[in-house]
């Protein structure tokens, strides 16, 4: 969990003339953490020790002068740097009183940044893109600065910064060119410059905020757009060097913020560590009112972490230093210290590992429980269809799909049908990544909102989320049991088959209610075809004639037994109950909905409380189900029938133990349950004899192994052996 | 190399005896562990958990509980009294009754000045530790029903007292009870059964943490004697419990064989508040009762009714795969229970009550290899002897022509004369002993038979001439270093002028026979020797070492020999070295004097000097690769070390004179088989 703290205020803020500008150019760390050094948007730079929130010291420029760059702090020689009217570079140190005192160089073209980290020297970024170390730099003020951006194109910097790793240091930055975005990257000592072009946003926007970090030997570009996207793209730090162009750099999408009405306007995020991002300027999820929150978000999980609303307007700036966020707000610069921690959940996951980064850098996929369960990516060949088919459908349909926020708007209110033709045509349409996260979120709304109206069941809509096998039960714990209440037993099964997930109680929920149901109920109902005929086949295959392969299943029983006495057959026909058992005792699609029922994962602890649910009655129908499923596998009907899904022999012989274990005082004591019980005893008896027929088996396959050189090993012996 | 005739023998029915108690010494890395026939081993986990000395055990003494005192061994049993080791000559110092009846459990406080004892009687008794002696102090208040387990807080201040249905908390300095948790009963049909707190633990935060019948873990607090938290982690016993140094875990044994650890840790990360016990780990290493467990830094100890002695590596301590970070098992002594007439072709078996002497069978026939050859004659139980009195006899000797055979207790040593002639075994008792030779760590026998050695105290040997009248002591061989430990191995020249001698210190005397004198000492190595032997020519000394390291000594140059100087700057293979059981015998090859054979629990090798030496990326086990190569291509792959895995669970490997191999096996299922049923466990639907 991450938490933001009490904050306080560090500065009050000047009001700038316009709503767009800020009051601050930037905020930057001092050689002591608890430094920080402040830029106003004018002429003033201020030193502030931050647990104290009182200034240390504050050096102007002239009336008339304007500093055009936040000052930094130059860690290797102590002093700070500051750019003025674009040209005129100032260093001084803490002690100096007068900044017009200081040292000044000035050089041949417009500076944008001076950027300097821990562990760097300062360099100097120039807004036609040139890059120089300061220190060069004003050993030579005049030197020629080449133009790296093209004039002519308006190219533009938009956003820049730079980082040291493992003694390479790089500048980024970020231009803006008639709409689209490219990224530079600038490797200093050996100098190489790599420009990749951002991928458009489908709106055209531009982003609002980026933020770099470097994690693993890879940075991370991090940027969010007005529409709520926050994206990641992954840099080698070691990249491809002399790679010449212009290379699209690939993104992935790491969150989609709630954004309410209307777009993001001046709203900025900054990656806190892998997992979690602070975002500032975005509506809060619950409270609905306003822009004016900082969250942060756990990106793995997508979900908020903590909020905090700030009094007055946002400029969309926040910086992030040892655990404290600054963000200027209103007439104010807060300090709110935050604090992430990685949650046990994610530990326990392995999650704390950036999953995409050991794997491939371009792109970080978004974990889904059903990869996590099942290893591979089942919606994969279906999507390439199903986009085929899509576009079909949209050719002759010619009419723009909803995205996903106008679904969900048409879910609060809009008729069963077109939900459920939008629901289908968004399914169809998205990508695999995008489906994950707004599977889940379809599906809650049509839930909650079915909870709500009991008139409103989108059935239709409901299955196709299900099929895309995206969803699991803990995404939407109430749909199951949603569809339970609307008898809709499609969709149950659906769920049972396709949810890795189930709650014993749940289960235990559905066998109550399978059981319950009338026949007549369950019949009319269409179920998934493929078990049906499954069922259809175990019911149809005891009347084809009982022969196979000399076995006799009336005297399955006793044929096992040596001293059986062959009995004469009208008197076996009456009282064999075996005979009986070829009925089934439910009806053909309650049996479908009890196999799917048999074949969800459980663990035994946790389901034999819930079976105690079970009435006698209900008890001993499932008993006898269960037995006549098993009595038809011990034919080898089992092996005639190749299906996907049906219960295995081990599953209906553990689902018999366990109800036996949950209600074994009641059935001894029910009366119409004795029958039953005398024949499961039968069935034992008959497998444990089976069991030691094969013992017997055991035996001769032994002898063959005596055949080899026997090795068995007496007290003693005297061998011969060879060592080389 | 060749063909070698192997007696297979697997008639020695060796049964270890179940553990019972453990104690570790932290600050010496020694593991003190008291078996159920009241024997006592050491062992030395700084030096690969070599068995350094073994305490024989004695009928009418039982072990219940055992406690150091900085380097003292105090033990308690059911027989009521309390009883000090003197670890220098192996034998119980003194022992002293506690008049509480059986004693259940002992313990010292943290001080080292007290020890307590728990007694069925219901009294906890507090003993003063004195520097030769303990002397009984006072009583805590007398309870109803026994003191079943103790732990002394830290501080000193308080005792937790384990009894049926409930522990007691003991202020020491008044002896009033002050508090009185009571513990559950067992569902079901045990409520009517009283609940035994098998163990207790109190950590510093005066958290009481028991263990019980009722199979529960339960966690108490001291101050308030409120029940803080249940676990109930099996339906049999909990046994044992051991804390941790820095107290954030606790491992609990049961009877189902299962170690359950439990890590006093906050339910999520980077949060310190709230911590709790949380069971996190469990360990199956044994198949009956864990009884015993202590928890190391960076292991887990464990044995019980199944007799082997497990050490778990706690895999999170260790960064990376090491030699410590491998599971132990420990299941055979580490020195030899039998001795083998080479000349004859006899076995002396040792149990701790008898002596059993074979003759091996014969065969006639010819076979190729592979092949097991027709029985002539059946191996023979020659003779039977039950030792006398009630201590348990430490060691034994069988002389290389058969002729004598020798054991010793702590209290005396028996010397028989055997004579075999054809079918006819004669035994006779040689009846006037010196007075010096009053008990022995060590026996053997000079080659031609006409001396015996004697290990005696202080590291000394004592020289015994036999004829066949008489025996007479001759001298006194003394070391010079003036070590007092133990002597566990001993060594003969089959020219009869050396005699080598190893002690617990490390240290490998030679004596020159002839001279009756120290000859040299043999340069101290930083590990115990397992095992060494002197060849019959060249009278080098073969020794190896706890850790694997293998040197040869001439001891007549009084220098290692050029081929253990090249084997050590080689370095030994890392398959070598990476084995979990120490050699325990060294022989030669008369025949070849190129020839060494030594064996440990899993394999025999024989090493042929002339042959060059396995570099690191050699394949170490290559006889099957061997196997597989044609006649011309072999030469070009053969290394000194060849080693047979054929035989198992080895207890002595040995090379008779006439060339044949004898390989006595035990096989470990064979224990496991005459070890009683272990605790029933419920398994799904039956």
């Known amino acids: ?724 | 190399m060749g063909e070698f005739k192997v007696h297979r023998v697997r008639f020695f029915d060796y049964m270890p005896t179940a553990i019972r108690a453990m104690a570790f010494n932290a600050h010496t890395e020694r593991l003190a562990l008291a078996r159920m026939d009241g024997s006592v081993e050491i062992f030395n986990f700084t030096d690969h958990y070599f068995q350094e000395k073994v305490i024989p055990g004695k009928d009418s003494r039982s072990i219940e509980s055992l406690c150091w005192v900085g380097g003292r061994l105090f033990s308690a049993g059911l027989n009521g009294e309390i009883a000090e080791y003197d670890l220098e000559n192996l034998r119980p110092k003194y022992s002293l009754e506690a008049y509480g009846g059986p004693i259940w459990t002992i313990i010292s406080n943290t001080q080292g000045t007290q020890l307590a004892i728990g007694c069925e009687d219901g009294t906890v008794k507090l003993f003063e530790v004195l520097e030769e002696h303990i002397q009984f102090e006072r009583n805590l208040d007398r309870q109803k029903g026994r003191i079943i387990s103790l732990s002394w807080h830290p501080s000193g201040t308080h005792i937790a007292a384990g009894m049926m249905d409930m522990i007691r908390v003991f202020d020491v300095p008044t002896g009033h009870a002050v508090q009185r948790l009571l513990v559950d009963r067992g569902f079901g049909g045990s409520k009517s059964r009283e609940t035994v707190v098998w163990s207790v633990a109190f950590l510093s935060d005066h958290t009481v943490v028991s263990g019980d019948s009722a199979g529960k873990v339960q966690v108490w607090d001291g101050h308030t004697g409120t029940l803080v938290k249940t676990h109930l982690v099996t339906k049999w016993d909990v046994l044992a419990l051991s804390v941790s140094k820095d107290e954030s875990s606790v491992v609990a044994g049961t009877s189902e064989g299962t170690v359950i650890q439990f890590q006093f840790i906050a339910p999520t990360l980077h949060q310190q508040q709230g911590k709790e016990w949380v069971r996190t780990r469990t360990f199956k290493n044994h198949t009956h009762d864990v009884r015993a467990l202590a928890e190391i830094e960076t292991a887990i100890v464990s044995g019980g009714m199944d007799t082997h002695l497990v050490v778990r590596p706690l895999l999170e301590k260790f960064d990376e795969k090491s030699h410590a970070s491998g599971l132990r098992k420990i299941h055979f002594p580490h020195r030899n229970l039998v001795s083998c007439a080479k000349k004859v072709g006899l076995l002396l078996f040792q149990f701790p009550g008898q002596l059993e002497l074979w003759r091996l069978g014969d065969s006639d026939g010819h076979g190729k290899p592979g092949d097991r050859l027709p029985l002539e004659r059946m191996p023979e139980k020659l003779l039977l002897l039950k030792r006398k009195g009630e201590d348990h006899i430490c060691c034994s000797a069988l002389s290389s022509c058969g002729g004598w055979l020798a054991y010793s207790t702590v209290s005396c040593v028996r010397i028989y004369r055997l004579q075999t002639d054809n079918n006819n075994i004669s035994i006779t008792k040689v009846s006037k002993l010196p007075k010096a030779l009053h008990s022995a760590h060590q026996l053997c026998f000079s080659s031609d038979s006409s001396k015996m050695f004697a290990a005696s105290s202080q590291s000394s040997v004592l020289v015994i001439a036999l004829t066949q009248s008489e025996c007479k002591y001759v001298h006194t061989l003394k070391p010079k270093s003036g070590s007092r430990q133990p002597i566990h191995l001993m060594t003969t020249s089959v020219d009869g002028k050396w005699l080598a001698a190893a002690n617990s210190d490390c240290e490998i005397h030679v004596y020159n026979l002839q001279k009756l004198k120290l000859h040299c000492i043999v340069p101290v190595y930083g590990s115990c020797p397992s095992a060494m032997g002197i060849h019959p020519t060249t009278n080098n000394l073969t020794v190896v070492h706890a850790d694997q390291q293998l040197f040869e000594y001439s001891i007549v140059e009084k220098q290692y020999t050029d081929w253990s100087r090249k084997l050590q700057k080689q370095g030994l293979h890392n398959v070598w070295l990476d084995r979990d059981t120490p050699v325990t015998h060294v022989t030669f090859n008369s025949k070849n004097p190129n020839q060494v054979v030594l064996h440990d629990m899993h394999m025999f090798c024989i090493i042929d000097q002339s042959l060059p030496l396995p570099d690191q990326k050699t394949q170490f086990y290559n006889q099957m690769t061997l196997r597989s190569l044609s006649e011309q291509e072999r030469p070009s792959h053969l290394h000194a070390f060849k080693i047979c895995k054929t035989f198992q669970d080895l207890l002595c490997v040995s090379l008779l004179d006439d060339q044949s191999l004898v390989v006595v096996e035990r096989p470990l299922l064979a224990i496991t088989s005459q070890l009683p049923a272990p605790v029933r466990q419920k398994k799904f639907a039956t």
Request: with cysteine.
């Open chain 1, 1 to 724: 969990m991450a938490t933001l703290f009490e904050g306080f205020t560090l500065c009050g803020l000047l009001q700038t003339p316009s709503a767009s500008d800020s009051a601050i150019q930037g905020i930057e760390l001092d050689g002591d953490s608890d430094h920080a050094v402040v830029t106003d948007s004018t002429r003033a730079v201020t030193l502030y020790k931050v647990s104290d929130q009182k200034p240390l010291g504050s050096w102007t420029v002239k009336q008339g002068q304007l500093l055009t760059c936040p000052a930094v702090f130059n860690f290797q020689t102590k002093e700070y740097v500051v750019v003025s009217d674009n040209k005129v570079i100032r260093v001084w140190k803490e002690e100096d009183l007068n900044l017009d005192k200081a040292f000044k160089a000035t050089v041949s073209a417009d500076v944008w940044r001076v950027h300097s980290a821990p562990g760097g020297e300062p360099v100097v970024l120039f807004q036609r893109g040139a890059v120089r170390l300061l220190d060069s730099l004003l050993s030579a003020p005049q030197q020629p600065i080449e133009d790296i951006l093209s004039e002519e194109e308006k190219e533009v910097i938009r956003w820049s910064t730079n980082i040291v790793a493992e003694k390479q240091h790089f500048v980024l930055f970020t231009t803006e060119q008639r709409g689209e975005h490219f990224l530079y990257v600038q490797r200093l000592n050996p100098n190489t410059l790599q420009k990749y072009r951002l991928e458009r946003e489908d709106s055209g926007a531009s982003p609002l905020s980026f933020s770099a970090s470097l994690r693993d030997k890879h940075i991370n570009l991090l940027y969010l757009y007005p529409n709520g996207c926050v994206y990641q793209s992954v840099v080698a730090v070691r990249g491809p060097v002399g790679l010449e162009g212009v290379q699209a750099l690939p993104r992935s999408l790491r969150l989609r913020l709630p954004v309410g009405e209307g777009e993001l306007g001046g709203a900025s995020a900054v990656a806190l560590d892998e997992a979690h991002v602070a975002v500032v300027g975005m509506p809060h999820p619950s409270a609905r009112t306003g822009k004016d929150f900082l969250c942060i978000w756990n990106t793995n999980f997508q979900t908020l972490q903590a909020g905090k609303e700030m009094v007055g307007r946002i400029r969309g700036q926040v910086w992030c230093y040892l655990g404290k966020l600054f963000v200027p707000h209103g007439k104010a610069l807060s300090v709110i210290p935050y604090e992430c921690q990685k949650s046990s959940l994610a530990s326990a996951l392995g999650k704390l590992r950036h999953p995409g980064i050991a794997v491939s850098k371009s792109s970080v996929a978004i974990p889904s429980w059903n990869t996590l369960l099942h290893g591979d990516q089942p919606q994969g060949p279906t999507k390439i269809v199903d986009t085929r088919k899509s576009k079909l459908r949209r050719k002759s349909q010619s009419a723009p799909a909803l995205t996903v926020d106008q679904v969900l708007e048409l879910i609060k209110n809009g008729p069963v049908e077109e939900v459920r033709r939008e629901v289908e045509a968004l399914v169809s349409r998205g990508d695999a990544q995008d489906l994950q996260l707004s599977v889940g979120r379809l599906a809650c709304h049509l839930v909650a909102r079915s909870q709500v109206e009991t008139a409103f069941y989108a059935p239709g809509a409901l299955a196709r989320l299900v099929q895309t096998q995206c969803l699991c039960h803990s995404m939407c714990p109430d749909l199951l049991l949603l569809a339970l209440e609307h008898k809709d037993y499609f969709l149950c099964q659906l769920c049972l088959q396709l949810f890795p997930d189930i709650p014993e109680v749940v289960t235990c929920a559905c066998l109550k209610t399978f059981i319950g149901v009338p026949d007549g109920d369950v019949e009319m109902v269409s179920l998934e075809p493929d078990s049906v005929s499954f069922m259809e086949g175990l019911v149809a295959a005891g009347a084809r004639g009982r022969q196979q392969n000399g076995f006799s299943p009336p005297l399955f029983e006793d044929s096992c037994d040596p001293h059986h006495q062959p009995k004469p057959p009208q008197h076996q026909d009456k009282k064999n109950p075996t005979l009986q058992l070829e009925v089934c005792p439910v009806g053909l699609h309650k049996a479908v909905l009890l196999n799917e029922v048999l074949q969800t994962p459980y663990s035994d602890n946790l389901l034999v409380p819930h079976l105690k649910d079970l009435n006698a009655p209900q008890v001993i129908l499932f008993l006898q189900y269960l037995q006549f499923i098993y009595m038809k596998y011990s034919q080898d009907v089992y092996t005639q029938t190749p299906v996907l899904r049906s219960p295995t022999m081990t599953q209906i012989i553990d689902w018999v133990c366990l109800l036996l274990d949950a209600h074994f005082t009641v059935l001894v004591m029910a009366p119409n349950a004795k029958g039953l019980l005398s024949n499961l005893q039968s069935f034992v008896k008959s497998q444990v004899k089976l069991f030691s027929e094969l013992g017997k088996i055991e035996g001769s396959l032994q002898e063959l192994h005596k055949m080899k050189p026997s090795k068995d090993i007496s007290q003693y012996s005297i061998e011969v052996i060879e060592l080389f």
